[in-house]
């Protein structure tokens, strides 16, 4: 067999090989039927004699409704596009666009809390792609994964695009006009009872003078803000430690030794942007004798554990014991503790070591770092561990006078701080007692973030008017009257102040591709009463008179408003 076929392959001339081409094995090996074929590659009625009044005649009309028919047949596969629209050339073309080369903006992202800064890659008036702004003071060019995706939200399909009212157990489109009537006929008709504004923390200073003349204009208004996560279980710990309410913000960036319990700052607590910034300035390979070294105690594995130069599995109930073993260990070694905090007295490194099965040489070692590096070293709890865990950090960190990598000039808070356990329980038993008139669930999931044993789903079924404010459908939105749909952030205006002393501005670098408003817009509008007539505008100008009556003054600059404004 392996004979006949070598001698197939003889009959191939390696000149055929290098220079013809086949498509077959029949051409490959010039059969017969097939160079025959070959010869009649076009039709009788083809010739080189080409004459078109031997072709069968066709009527002009014949000919104008076959090409009409497969453009239509054509056409049908794209009839499933979500608004078309027209594509036109420019009538007159922007002094800032050029065809072919991208625009970039700067604007605010509020895809998480921390409202880093941004610049928006456009074409033609298209946001496309979105980057860090590195002239922004706090993110310095750096942007979280959520920040990269909220491009994506903006095209998202599933963005509401209209107002909606609930019809038995559906939704129908309603125009804005009669929406807005009937809500504010609502609010004028609930001044004996609450009107409950849920929102997320608002770090806007025009975002809450909005809600601060809203509940002027209704003064029943009650406001509750939240987050999914927070750091209520930190800032109470500082509290009672320090006589404040917040938390420092820390320079990362000088601690030689970290030592962190049940937490991942590198990938989900607090600002992650800056501290993982920050946390890179220290871990420089070309500058060894500078570089941090980073403990990690935790039970799951994290984004920091795995950036750990020692990572210890540690369940979180045993991170309290750790702390204190920790302190009575120093206390043996000389550092003074601060005094009346004799808790520790009763545990023992050691003790803690063989109970958990950890390696007590290691123990050892994070030992002598944090008293070899008093005033430069840091420990830090996560967020989910308890009260008494951050107090007893805060006393460790005392101790070892790492309160000098705290940053006292600058404070995150928000413009409106958040709502404690207790406010939340008190909405929900003023709604059991009857007492609450409207919801405004303003940009906010009330039903899917809050705890469930809080009852807020069943509550929220008795009250007579719910109002959900949303970029697209949610679980709060499904117990709403009214689905008021809202601008992206790239379609908003806005101003943020995470710290103080500091602005930051947003601007929209598109139209509103739905039938969409901004939320501030949708407050002001219902301010302004029946008749109801909406101005696309309405919240820019109100920035605009916020900062020329209550910002600009304090900025001590030589500019007009005007030119200070546009700067």
Same mark, same amino acid.
Request: net charge neutral.
């Given at each position: 067999?392996?004979?006949?076929?070598?001698?197939?392959?003889?009959? +191939?001339?390696?000149? =055929?090989?290098?220079?013809?081409?086949?498509? /077959?094995?029949?051409?490959?090996?010039?059969?017969?039927?097939?160079?025959?074929?070959?010869? !009649?590659?076009?039709?009788?009625?083809?010739? =080189?004699?080409?004459?078109? %009044?031997?072709?069968?005649?066709?009527?002009?009309?014949?000919?104008?409704?076959?090409?009409?028919?497969?453009?239509?047949?054509?056409?049908?596969?794209? /009839?499933?596009?979500?608004?078309?629209?027209?594509? $036109?050339?420019?009538?007159?073309?922007?002094?800032?666009?050029?065809?072919?080369? @991208?625009?970039?903006?700067?604007?605010?992202?509020?895809?998480? /809390? !921390?409202?880093?800064?941004?610049?928006?890659?456009?074409?033609?008036?298209?946001? +496309?792609?979105?980057?860090?702004? &590195?002239?922004?003071?706090?993110?310095?060019?750096?942007?979280?994964?959520?920040?990269?995706?909220?491009?994506?939200?903006?095209?998202?399909?599933?963005?509401?695009?209209?107002?909606?009212?609930?019809?038995?157990?559906?939704?129908?489109?309603?125009?804005?006009?009669?929406?807005?009537?009937?809500?504010?006929?609502?609010?004028?008709?609930?001044?004996?009872?609450?009107?409950?504004?849920?929102?997320?923390?608002?770090?806007? @200073?025009?975002?809450?003078?909005?809600?601060?003349?809203?509940?002027?204009?209704?003064?029943?208004?009650?406001?509750?803000? *939240?987050?999914?996560?927070?750091?209520? +279980?930190?800032?109470?710990?500082?509290?009672?430690?320090?006589?404040?309410?917040?938390?420092?913000?820390?320079?990362?960036?000088?601690?030689?030794?970290?030592?962190?319990?049940?937490?991942?700052? #590198?990938?989900?607590?607090?600002?992650?942007?800056?501290?993982?910034?920050?946390?890179?300035?220290?871990? &420089?390979?070309?500058?060894?004798?500078?570089?941090?070294?980073?403990?990690?105690?935790?039970?799951?594995?994290? $984004?920091?554990?795995?950036?750990?130069? *020692?990572?210890?599995?540690?369940?979180?109930?045993?991170?309290?014991?750790?702390?204190?073993?920790?302190?009575?260990?120093?206390?043996?070694?000389?550092?003074?503790?601060?005094?009346?905090?004799?808790? *520790?007295?009763?545990?023992? #490194?050691?003790?803690?070591?063989?109970?958990?099965?950890?390696?007590?040489?290691?123990?050892?070692?994070?030992?002598?770092?944090?008293?070899?590096?008093?005033? %430069?070293?840091?420990? *830090?709890?996560?967020?989910?561990?308890?009260?008494?865990?951050?107090?007893?950090?805060?006393?460790?960190? =005392?101790?070892?006078?790492?309160?000098?990598?705290?940053?006292?000039?600058?404070?995150?808070?928000?413009?409106?701080?958040?709502? %404690?356990?207790?406010?939340?329980?008190?909405?929900?038993?003023?709604?059991?007692?009857? &007492?609450?008139?409207?919801?405004?669930?303003?940009?906010?999931?009330?039903?899917?973030?809050?705890?469930?044993?809080?009852?807020?789903?069943?509550?929220?079924?008795?009250? @007579?008017?719910?109002?959900?404010?949303?970029?697209?459908?949610?679980?709060?939105?499904?117990?709403?009257?009214?689905?008021?749909?809202?601008?992206?952030?790239?379609?908003?205006?806005?101003?943020?102040?995470?710290?103080?002393?500091?602005?930051?501005?947003?601007?929209?670098?598109?139209?509103?591709?739905?039938?969409?408003?901004?939320?501030?817009?949708?407050?002001?509008?219902?301010?302004?009463?029946?008749?109801?007539?909406?101005?696309?505008?309405?919240?820019?100008?109100? +920035?605009?008179?916020?900062?020329?009556?209550?910002?600009? @003054?304090?900025?001590?600059?030589?500019?007009?408003?005007?030119?200070?404004?546009?700067?």
């Amino acid at each position: 067999m392996a004979e006949d076929k070598g001698n197939m392959n003889s009959k +191939i001339k390696k000149e =055929e090989l290098d220079t013809d081409y086949w498509r /077959s094995f029949k051409e490959l090996y010039k059969d017969a039927s097939t160079i025959e074929s070959s010869h !009649h590659e076009f039709g009788k009625a083809v010739t =080189e004699d080409f004459d078109p %009044s031997k072709l069968k005649g066709i009527s002009r009309r014949k000919f104008i409704a076959l090409v009409g028919a497969s453009a239509a047949l054509a056409g049908a596969g794209c /009839s499933d596009y979500r608004k078309k629209g027209f594509i $036109v050339p420019y009538n007159q073309m922007p002094e800032e666009v050029t065809v072919g080369n @991208p625009t970039y903006y700067a604007s605010t992202s509020t895809a998480c /809390s !921390h409202t880093c800064g941004v610049l928006i890659k456009t074409r033609e008036g298209r946001p +496309i792609k979105v980057d860090g702004n &590195n002239d922004h003071p706090v993110s310095k060019g750096k942007t979280c994964a959520k920040c990269q995706a909220s491009i994506i939200n903006l095209y998202d399909p599933e963005r509401l695009e209209f107002p909606l009212e609930k019809s038995g157990n559906d939704f129908l489109k309603k125009d804005w006009k009669v929406v807005d009537d009937a809500i504010i006929s609502a609010l004028d008709n609930s001044r004996r009872k609450q009107i409950a504004i849920i929102t997320h923390k608002i770090n806007s @200073p025009s975002s809450k003078k909005v809600l601060d003349d809203f509940a002027q204009k209704y003064p029943n208004t009650k406001v509750y803000s *939240y987050e999914l996560f927070d750091e209520h +279980i930190r800032n109470s710990a500082w509290k009672k430690c320090y006589g404040t309410g917040v938390f420092p913000l820390i320079q990362w960036n000088q601690a030689k030794i970290i030592l962190g319990l049940e937490t991942d700052f #590198l990938g989900i607590d607090g600002n992650k942007v800056e501290t993982s910034r920050l946390f890179s300035e220290g871990r &420089n390979f070309n500058k060894t004798d500078q570089f941090s070294r980073l403990y990690i105690f935790e039970g799951c594995m994290s $984004v920091t554990g795995m950036n750990a130069d *020692y990572r210890f599995k540690l369940r979180p109930d045993a991170q309290y014991e750790l702390v204190l073993s920790l302190l009575n260990e120093l206390d043996k070694k000389g550092i003074s503790i601060p005094a009346g905090s004799q808790a *520790y007295s009763g545990y023992s #490194l050691d003790s803690f070591a063989q109970k958990y099965s950890l390696s007590k040489s290691k123990l050892n070692l994070l030992v002598k770092d944090l008293i070899g590096n008093q005033g %430069s070293s840091l420990i *830090y709890a996560g967020r989910t561990l308890p009260e008494e865990v951050h107090i007893a950090v805060n006393l460790l960190n =005392e101790a070892l006078g790492n309160t000098k990598l705290y940053r006292t000039d600058e404070i995150e808070t928000p413009v409106l701080p958040l709502s %404690s356990k207790d406010d939340l329980a008190g909405l929900i038993q003023d709604i059991n007692s009857g &007492n609450v008139a409207v919801i405004i669930q303003y940009d906010s999931d009330p039903a899917y973030h809050l705890p469930e044993d809080l009852g807020y789903r069943d509550a929220a079924k008795k009250v @007579p008017m719910i109002i959900s404010m949303a970029g697209s459908k949610n679980d709060s939105s499904a117990l709403a009257n009214y689905v008021l749909p809202l601008n992206h952030d790239f379609e908003s205006w806005g101003d943020f102040k995470t710290r103080n002393g500091f602005y930051s501005m947003q601007q929209p670098v598109i139209d509103a591709i739905f039938d969409t408003r901004q939320k501030e817009a949708i407050l002001l509008t219902w301010l302004k009463g029946k008749p109801v007539i909406y101005d696309e505008r309405i919240y820019h100008k109100y +920035i605009m008179n916020n900062w020329e009556q209550n910002i600009y @003054p304090g900025m001590n600059s030589k500019l007009s408003f005007t030119e200070f404004w546009n700067a």
